[in-house]
């Protein structure tokens, strides 16, 4: 085929295209001469995306605790897309399956190699200063990182680990929520109150949560392995990779960020001061959360030792490869 010839089957078949939908290609081919040709800037809106980095101190590193959570909130979006279209996968492909655990996985080996930005990458005097401006807000506010839960597991595996053998999927899911494992954090050290961080998330999104539970009950990616026929099931590349999303989730992430933690607010008083006075020490530990998406997948050794490993991690966070 010459190009005339190739040109020429090209408008025959966007003729057809067009005519199928009742429009027709004339104006189209005119939209396509007066069209400004696509650049890289315009495609990604580059000039937007930096312009969202607006620090509210002077503090040069504001900006990089600013942008690296923008950039979390991106690898959360990607994990969240590969999340979505397995919960909406109705073929129950075995493959599919595996490969969008291990996308998920390549998300969080990003997120846990590169936390040494927040670890290592900034000066503590300015963090502690600077933080103080950035009152009540809190990475914990991530509705996002809520989101990622809600996909993966029922809301009865988020209950608070002290109170979930009360609970199953027989309570509502409005039940389940009123006792989710992150309404017991960022209360006040002293009081036990909640914090204005927390007040402000549930206020701000408690609708949103509540819908996506609903929108996923019985259908999370956790139901959805359950489903899965005996051979798929004992699949031992899919239960590795469950294996490793549920670790990045739920220990090694968790322990990078308990790593930051540490390093800024440890110490004294005063620098405690800069989560508000918050409980994070008895909080964050995944030791003690228990998280877990997928507890069939795992030995009752496993479970009870879970997150254990965190002092080796913290202490050796080479060794925390994620992927
Ligand atoms: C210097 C860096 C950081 C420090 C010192 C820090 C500190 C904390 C503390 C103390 C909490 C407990 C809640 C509270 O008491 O307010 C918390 C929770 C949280 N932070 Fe950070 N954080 C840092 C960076 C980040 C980054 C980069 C993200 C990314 C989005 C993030 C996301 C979260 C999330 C999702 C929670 C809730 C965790 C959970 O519920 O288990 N944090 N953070």
Redesign the pocket.
Known sequence: MNDKERIDSQISRLEEKYKDSGQDLSSYLDGLLYQRYLTYWDYIHLDTLLSLQVPRTYFPDEEI?IM??QI??LYFKLILHEQKQLVDDKSQNLDFFIEKTRRINSYYKALISSFSI?IKG?EKEQ?LQYRMALLPA???Q?AQ?RMIELYATPLENLVHESERHHYSSKNSIEELYENIY?KK??TDLSTGEKTL?LKQFEYRYTPRLIRIAKQVQNNTIYHKYLRLEAHKKNNKELIGALKKLDINANVNW?LM?MG??HR??GKDKDQVEA??G?N?KE??PPSF?KIVFFPEIYSKQELNNWGKQWVDHIFNPDKTTGD
Do not use: C, D, R
């Open positions: 605790f690296y959570h979390t909130e927040m900034m963090f809190s990475g914990f991530s990182f992150w954090g960022a961080t968790p960020h930051s933690a800024y607010l989560t508000g918050t994070w909080y964050l959360q």
